[in-house]
């Protein structure tokens, strides 16, 4: 069997650049969690890993769904790269002001809130002020497959930080400080892209011009994609959140190590479908056998893939884990490997999105999301009381189940999951 087809030989490549980063950024960020929970305790995590929830979310709604659609944009007409760099980095810009000053509200008014994680909200506005530049020049180096030069640039960011961040840990330094240095992180990834694109020659920031008559084409194509992604968000981190105000900082810090982890392994199906999507853009409108053929791949590729990732994990659970993070943290174990069933459908959910950009219909993805997000907060209410970070885990791999079924039913009407069902026999009849 051709593992490498030819005709993805290059979007191959940009996946290992891709996955390479990812893999270092993961690796690198396991061991700075593992620093900060068994030096600082899990009530510090939990301090940690809720801020970081919060500000997850208001990422996600200041991005307004236009990564996809914006390389989509840049693949098909690249002549016009400043204009469109230039209006969503504007749209971006409008929206996330507003988004801070919401969540600055939150931090005046909410008596709930410690003072550690106070000061880590007003931190990481850092990285959200700094997110319309990065995401908009990196979306500049994927729709010209140039995945090598920004991934270079992010490795040594993050390297760098995170070496600083373990180092301020064993020094003695608190949550806090550990958090500026975070922060400083994606200042340095930042200037790290725009030396990347500046070195291909790309359209520096200077040089965007913003378009007021296609803000509005671009809001009302992205509006669905950002819905969808806010609900998607929204059920991911909802467990941690209702963690927090059902239970405690110490609950929250034993249980947010479990996504932490699964959030972290979503550099792989990231790396396959974002280093196919050009491909995909360009194939749905010119030849649908190669467009469904490199469907079928990639979704082969991600479910093997995330059957490798369960058995790691579970070896790694029973053997490893509290050698790692220590034994306060038994019963995360439990709480891990409950998560493990809900990977299959977290790694298929990043081909569903790519897809419904393909096809233009983000309404139905937001549909489906929004209906998954109710039952995220039905099946959270219910089970976290009841069974804490179990039940969180629960509730989310029904969710995660039900909604990815859901997209590829409603995608082409269950044309492209039959294929996938006869995965074996259908792959011949593609090629």
Same mark, same amino acid.
């Given at each position: 069997?051709?593992?490498?087809?030819?005709?993805?030989?290059?979007?191959?490549?940009?996946?290992?650049?891709?996955?390479?980063?990812?893999?270092?950024?993961?690796?690198?960020?396991?061991?700075?969690?593992?620093?900060?929970?068994?030096?600082?305790?899990?009530?510090?995590?939990?301090?940690?890993?809720?801020?970081?929830?919060?500000?997850? /979310? $208001?990422?996600? =709604? !200041?991005? +307004?769904?236009?990564?996809? #659609? %914006?390389?989509?944009?840049?693949?098909? &007409?690249?002549?016009?790269?400043?204009?469109?760099?230039?209006?969503?980095?504007?749209?971006?810009?409008?929206?996330?002001?507003?988004?801070?000053?919401?969540?600055?509200?939150?931090?005046?008014?909410?008596?709930?809130?410690?003072?550690?994680?106070?000061?880590?909200?007003?931190?990481?506005?850092?990285?959200?002020?700094?997110?319309?530049?990065?995401?908009?020049?990196?979306?500049?180096?994927?729709?010209?497959?140039?995945?090598?030069?920004?991934?270079?640039?992010?490795?040594?960011?993050?390297?760098?930080?995170?070496?600083?961040?373990?180092?301020?840990?064993?020094?003695?330094?608190?949550?806090?400080?550990?958090?500026?240095?975070?922060?400083?992180?994606? /200042? $340095?990834?930042? =200037? !790290?892209? +725009?030396?990347?694109?500046? #070195? %291909?020659?790309?359209?520096?920031?200077? &040089?965007?011009?913003?378009?007021?008559?296609?803000?509005?084409?671009?809001?009302?194509?992205?509006?669905?994609?950002?819905?969808?992604?806010?609900?998607?968000?929204?059920?991911?981190?909802?467990?941690?959140?209702?963690?927090?105000?059902?239970?405690?900082?110490?609950?929250?810090?034993?249980?947010?190590?479990?996504?932490?982890?699964?959030?972290?392994?979503?550099?792989?199906?990231?790396?396959?479908?974002?280093?196919?999507?050009?491909?995909?853009?360009?194939?749905?409108?010119?030849?649908?056998?190669?467009?469904?053929?490199?469907?079928?791949?990639?979704?082969?590729?991600?479910?093997?893939?995330?059957?490798?990732?369960?058995?790691?994990?579970?070896?790694?659970? $029973?053997?490893?884990?509290?050698?790692?993070?220590?034994?306060?943290?038994?019963?995360?174990?439990?709480?891990?490997?409950?998560?493990?069933?809900?990977?299959?459908?977290?790694?298929?959910?990043?081909?569903?999105?790519?897809?419904?950009?393909?096809?233009?219909?983000?309404?139905?993805?937001?549909?489906?999301?929004?209906?998954?997000?109710?039952?995220?907060?039905?099946?959270?209410?219910?089970?976290?009381?009841?069974?804490?970070?179990?039940?969180?885990?629960?509730?989310?791999?029904?969710?995660?189940?039900?909604?990815?079924?859901?997209?590829?039913?409603?995608?082409?009407?269950?044309?492209?999951?039959?294929?996938?069902?006869?995965?074996?026999?259908?792959?011949?009849?593609?090629?």
């Amino acid at each position: 069997m051709n593992l490498v087809p030819k005709r993805l030989s290059k979007s191959t490549s940009g996946a290992l650049w891709i996955f390479s980063e990812r893999v270092l950024s993961s690796a690198l960020n396991l061991l700075c969690i593992a620093a900060i929970t068994r030096i600082l305790g899990p009530a510090a995590y939990g301090h940690w890993a809720f801020t970081l929830s919060v500000i997850g /979310v $208001l990422l996600v =709604a !200041g991005d +307004l769904g236009l990564e996809g #659609l %914006l390389i989509k944009k840049l693949v098909e &007409t690249p002549e016009r790269s400043t204009r469109l760099l230039g209006t969503v980095f504007a749209l971006k810009v409008i929206v996330y002001l507003p988004a801070i000053a919401a969540v600055l509200l939150f931090i005046w008014t909410s008596g709930s809130l410690s003072s550690e994680e106070r000061s880590l909200f007003y931190i990481f506005m850092i990285p959200v002020i700094l997110s319309p530049l990065t995401s908009s020049l990196l979306a500049w180096t994927n729709s010209v497959s140039a995945f090598h030069n920004a991934a270079r640039m992010r490795m040594i960011s993050n390297a760098l930080g995170s070496i600083t961040k373990i180092y301020a840990v064993f020094a003695g330094f608190g949550i806090v400080q550990v958090g500026w240095i975070h922060a400083g992180m994606f /200042v $340095l990834e930042a =200037a !790290g892209v +725009l030396l990347a694109v500046r #070195l %291909l020659g790309g359209p520096m920031p200077w &040089t965007w011009r913003p378009e007021a008559g296609s803000m509005r084409p671009l809001l009302a194509q992205s509006s669905y994609l950002f819905s969808a992604t806010i609900f998607f968000t929204l059920y991911l981190g909802l467990g941690t959140i209702m963690m927090r105000f059902f239970h405690g900082p110490y609950e929250v810090g034993t249980y947010a190590l479990v996504p932490q982890i699964n959030q972290g392994l979503q550099f792989i199906p990231y790396a396959l479908t974002l280093a196919v999507f050009p491909d995909l853009v360009n194939s749905f409108s010119s030849d649908k056998d190669r467009f469904y053929s490199t469907i079928l791949f990639i979704s082969k590729r991600l479910i093997f893939s995330s059957i490798f990732i369960i058995l790691f994990l579970l070896i790694f659970s $029973l053997f490893v884990f509290e050698n790692i993070f220590g034994k306060k943290y038994y019963e995360t174990v439990n709480i891990m490997i409950l998560s493990l069933t809900s990977l299959p459908f977290l790694f298929l959910r990043q081909l569903t999105t790519k897809l419904y950009i393909c096809i233009n219909n983000g309404r139905e993805l937001a549909i489906i999301e929004f209906i998954g997000l109710l039952l995220a907060v039905a099946l959270n209410f219910i089970m976290v009381p009841l069974y804490g970070g179990s039940g969180a885990v629960i509730a989310l791999s029904i969710v995660s189940a039900f909604t990815v079924i859901l997209s590829f039913i409603f995608f082409d009407r269950g044309h492209f999951l039959r294929r996938l069902v006869g995965i074996g026999k259908s792959a011949d009849n593609a090629e």
